[in-house]
């Protein structure tokens, strides 16, 4: 599904009006109606009201007395503050005031805080609340008696509705950067913006509704396609093929390079992913010393030894793995190898050398940080990284906090100077394309937040890279099925102590449920 920034939308408003002919203030109306319609089926409950919509001075608030009009057309009880004076709405805002007025409505003014305050003091019994404030072309911090509002609203226990999306979020990157609408619903109009679907805004909006305005088909279909919300249509799309006479060879063969001493845990939920993602074979190279035991866990997974120092890979063990690479079509790199300095050396020689597709994580990522020039060198072959973002941090350079304050753009930078496909993970994972092209994952829950996780995410992915798929397409799909797998599973056991090796038995039924084949 496509989401887009404040720009793109306002692009193709401008095209609908000035090439196709359909006015602003028709494209309005077909929004406010749209909007009052689901909230009548969202809260019918709460029928009549009494409910309070709050208009600012933009479009925004005109598409806010739409509501309040069809609303009151429909028997509910409707009180309407105006946070602007009348005179500094826009031309379309201002012929809908007068038309809700004209139609019998009330548009009670309250244009600085002393007045606000007043009137919401008589409002503070509503049942539900519309906020109809700020619209996408806000980029900047909420000020003056838009604040004492915002603040007013997230304080009542009532729901609240967002039109369009949260007053203070950010519609193109989901920053917050001031006080903002925290809405039960939002209501979005024509297609979804990126601040609905990526942290921090994503977590403002609740339950987000996209309603259509009239907007002809030849516009929507034209909107851009460098940033889609990956959801189970748009994994269904990306899946591998699985014909019918196809064999173990036919679906690839995987090599995951990981563990050490300690951390075998890593290495067997690695591999063990490569197999639950569809992948025919997979190989394990891990220490010598911890071969045994991952074999003993792995009773499907090959497993072959490769030299360490002290239960940690060393730069003796490159003529191995690079042997050991023959045959195969990809490689999982980096879960629980060590972060000795000469592991990282082996990490980097085996990135230069290595001529397969390879997923990076964990401690291969921390080989990476401060010899990015390596990434340079692998520009004609697939490399997906999957940071967290106190690993971007250290990769990038930035602090956590501007990472997480925009990570759509982070993401974006670094995929595209590196020649690489960087996967940014956390709330909304964020997959970035060389090309520009982004992926917001739509699956996923806070309950994931739990060692082993990434693990079972590497080998999904590379597990997806060996059956052919191109890296932005394996690492997309890797993300939402880990996702799915773990929604699952919180519909079944909530979303507090889940493990990975949870995750790992739920993909295959993560996986079939989002075809369109029944199981057999």
């Known amino acids: 599904m496509k989401v887009l920034t404040a720009a793109a939308m306002q692009e193709l408003d401008r095209r609908t009006i000035d090439e196709v002919g359909l006015p602003g203030i028709v494209l309005m109306e077909n929004a406010g109606r749209g909007a009052a319609e689901t909230i009548q089926a969202r809260f019918a409950a709460l029928f009549p009201g009494p409910v309070l919509v709050l208009c600012g001075r933009g479009n925004n608030g005109g598409d806010g007395f739409v509501i309040a009009r069809h609303l009151r057309e429909a028997d509910w009880q409707v009180t309407t503050l105006l946070l602007a004076e009348r005179s500094g709405l826009s031309a379309d805002a201002a012929a809908m005031l007068g038309v809700f007025e004209a139609s019998g409505g009330v548009a009670i003014e309250a244009p600085d805080e002393q007045s606000l305050l007043a009137d919401l003091a008589l409002a503070a019994g509503c049942r539900l609340c519309v906020d109809a404030l700020l619209g996408t072309g806000c980029t900047r911090a909420p000020a003056g008696h838009l604040v004492q509002a915002i603040d007013w609203l997230n304080r009542q226990a009532a729901p609240v509705v967002a039109v369009d999306l949260p007053s203070g979020v950010d519609a193109s990157t989901g920053r917050v950067p001031g006080s903002a609408v925290r809405a039960a619903l939002t209501v979005t109009f024509a297609l979804p913006k990126i601040g609905l679907y990526s942290y921090p805004g994503a977590g403002y909006a609740g339950e987000v509704v996209t309603v259509p305005i009239g907007m002809p088909r030849c516009i929507t279909a034209a909107a851009p396609d460098d940033c889609l919300l990956i959801d189970a249509g748009e994994a269904r799309s990306l899946l591998p093929p699985r014909p019918a006479d ?203 937040a739990s060692g082993g996780m990434g693990d079972v995410l590497t080998g999904l992915i590379g597990g997806l890279l060996a059956q052919g798929l191109a890296a932005g397409a394996a690492a997309a799909l890797g993300v939402y099925l880990h996702g799915l797998a773990g929604d699952r599973l919180r519909l079944q056991h909530g979303d507090a102590g889940l493990l990975a090796t949870d995750l790992l038995r739920e993909l295959p039924a993560a996986r079939q449920s989002i075809t369109k084949e029944k199981p057999c």
Not at 268 to 285: D, Y
Not at 319 to 347: C, D, F, I, Y
């Open 246 to 448: 196809g064999h173990k060879g036919t679906f690839g063969h995987l090599l995951v390079v990981a563990g050490s001493l300690g951390k075998s845990g890593a290495a067997v939920m690695t591999a063990t992913a490569g197999l639950r993602a569809g992948a025919g074979l997979v190989t394990l190279a891990c220490p010598a010393d911890l071969q045994m035991v991952a074999a003993a866990h792995l009773v499907e997974v090959m497993t072959a030894p490769f030299t360490a120092v002290d239960g940690v890979i060393s730069l003796q063990a490159m003529a191995e793995l690079l042997e050991l690479s023959a045959g195969k079509q990809a490689v999982a790199l980096g879960p629980g190898l060590g972060t000795t300095e000469e592991a990282g050396a082996t990490v980097r020689r085996f990135l230069k050398e290595s001529p397969l597709p390879v997923v990076v994580d964990a401690d291969g990522l921390s080989a990476l940080a401060g010899h990015l020039q390596v990434l340079a060198q692998r520009r004609d072959r697939p490399t997906v990284l999957t940071p967290h973002p106190g690993e971007m941090s250290r990769l990038c350079g930035q602090s956590v906090a501007a990472i997480q304050a925009d990570r759509i753009a982070v993401a974006r930078d670094f995929a595209s100077t590196y020649g690489v496909v960087l996967v940014l993970k956390g709330a909304r994972t964020v997959t970035a394309c060389p090309d520009g092209r982004v992926y917001l994952n739509g699956s996923g829950h806070a309950g994931m």
